[in-house]
């Protein structure tokens, strides 16, 4: 669990070291996300340490936004100023985008099918 | 005995308090989510969150000193992306597949998620600096941060738009995609990974493994898609 954790940990630096050496617009631990996915590709004995710990830690992902949550309750006074537009445009914004996604995947999803009979 | 008042200045500035009253406020939240059977609007960050932000408010505590203890959880969230690698390559195969339905449900989904939240808060008044806040409010926590402190928003105001995007998601998500009938674990989770981020891979991941596993794709393309079109969609609005 230690070796696995040191390695997850090292994907992440090396992602954050690279975003930033060239300031791509990509975030650190996305860059460790593609290395690490990278590196499971290659290795077998990669994918045996890491595995346990990665679902582990993956089972609890909720907790983990729970302090920036708490977030929420220190901007209250500029979300309740703003309560109209930001409340309508998240829930709104966000029931659209679901849509739309799942039904474009659906979409193009029988087209491929169609192409291959 | 000591005055209680000594003990508590003591807790209050130091990182123990605040880490094990956010632990044990999740787990409540999990254990009420679990009690409903998992009924979306019993959400446990959001039950997490209101329990905390009234412990706060009632003792008086400023986010700030919160947050000494609860960066340690807090910390978690780079690592966890970083193994969201695991589920994508367990998925592989399936993912080789259906490279142009994601392709095609990523880039619809983040342009609407992103372009469709600036234009409503821009009818209904929102200036410059909130829309700069708003725009990445769908990408995963810590990008959206950065994206929106590059373009001149407002990073924490940021912070707290995209955990109630993911609360929100993880709520309508499964009456409103049932609602239009799609049936798709595939498509259902790529389209929650997307509009909603983590909290909304999560909550795909308590439904259904395949639809987590598409989430935590969709989670992770969109990260990388909004940093490109949020500037763009931006310059729409000013």
Redesign the interface.
Known sequence: MVAAFAFILLFQLLGEVISRAWLLPVPGPVLGMLFLLAGLFCSARLRALVQPTATGLLSHLSLLFVPVGVGVVAHMPTLLDHGAALGVSLVASTALALVAGAATFTFVARLGKKDDT | MTNPAEIWSYLASQPLLWLCA??F??WVG?AVFRATKRQPYAN???I??IL??TV??LSDT??EA??EG??F??F??????????????AN?NEVRR?W???L???V???T???F???A??WA???DHE?LAT?AP??A????AI??SEAMGG?P??T???????????AI??TP??NL?G?R?W???G???G???H??G??RA?QVHEQAGAFASI?M?LN??LT??IAPWALSFFS
């Open positions: 956010t632990l406020a999740y999990d446990p960050v959001a997490a969150v905390l932000g706060l408010w400023p986010y919160y947050f609860a960066q959880v807090h978690m969230l780079g690592p966890a992306t970083v193994c969201l690698a695991v589920p994508l390559y592989r259906t142009k339905p994601i095609a449900a990523l619809v989904g983040s609407t998620a992103i469709s939240a600036l409503i808060a209904l008044g929102a909130l708003l409010k769908s995963t926590a810590p990008v950065g994206i407002q924490t105001l912070a707290a738009l995209v955990l109630l995007t993911g609360i929100i998601g309508i998500v409103l995609l239009f799609f798709d595939r498509a259902r790529l389209a929650t997307v509009a909603a983590g909290i891979t999560a991941f969709g992770g990260a990388v940093a490109l």
